[in-house]
């Protein structure tokens, strides 16, 4: 089965500083891979997803970027963080199953 | 829009207690339906699906969905809730054909067990 990895666990970040998150898959290739937002108290929101290298599809407008630069490593960036941007990111993983599986989470908290 | 809701914000039950935790969907087509459970500060664990077939579904932790379609509903139950069931549970369908499945999520129920 698939794991995945994402690091860090938590981040502070002042507001107007740069962000990378990593994600990588482990026991599977060529998955298609999703970032989520989790803000305090509300449900999941897809904010990308890939199907391959270099693919990336966005679902909302905002102040996040993601690339995919290998099979299994999915990155998700900012250039300028916002307070808004504060939140637990998710990263998932899914074979063509329909089924995803979801890394640890970093929480991210801009100050 | 396809959209998933969960009616329940918080459930307070007590250990040993039965659960039913509610999720109705809408969608046009018959959708792939997830259970997630999540503890605080973690990412979310995969409880059950169901994709076809039996309307009743088994999972993980003891944990059974019933599907109706005629209802909408994909309700999580469990005979006897044990104090290390309580979480955030998160029902989920799956849009999109092709290779992708973008999973859209209810906003999640918070399961507290009394002891």
């Known amino acids: 089965s698939q794991t995945i990895h994402q690091w860090p666990a938590t981040l502070v970040q002042p507001v107007g500083s740069p962000l990378s998150l990593e994600c990588t898959v482990e026991g599977t290739s060529n998955p298609n891979l999703y970032w989520y937002r989790q803000a305090a108290g509300r449900g999941l929101q897809l904010l990308f997803y890939s199907v391959g290298i270099g693919q990336i599809s966005s679902e909302v407008p905002q102040n996040l970027s993601a690339s995919r630069p290998q099979d299994r490593q999915f990155i998700l960036s900012s250039k300028k963080l916002l307070l808004s941007d504060s939140g637990f990111y998710l990263c998932?993983?899914?074979?063509?199953?329909?089924?995803?599986?979801f890394g640890a989470g970093t929480r991210l908290s801009v100050l | 829009a396809q959209s998933v809701t969960q009616p329940d914000i918080h459930i307070t039950v007590s250990e040993g207690a039965s659960l039913e935790l509610r999720c109705n969907y809408s969608y046009g087509a018959t959708p792939y339906l997830f259970w997630y459970v999540q503890s605080p500060g973690q990412g979310l664990q995969l409880l059950l699906k169901y994709f076809s077939g039996d309307t009743l579904v088994q999972g993980i932790k003891g944990f059974e969905a019933e599907f109706k379609r005629s209802q909408s509903s994909f309700n999580l139950r469990k005979p006897s809730v044990h104090w290390s069931d309580a979480a955030e549970y998160f029902c989920a369908v799956v849009l999109g054909s092709g290779n992708t499945g973008k999973l859209i999520f209810g906003q999640g129920t918070t399961l507290q067990v009394k002891p």
């Open positions: 998932a993983g899914e074979n063509g199953s329909r089924v995803q599986y």
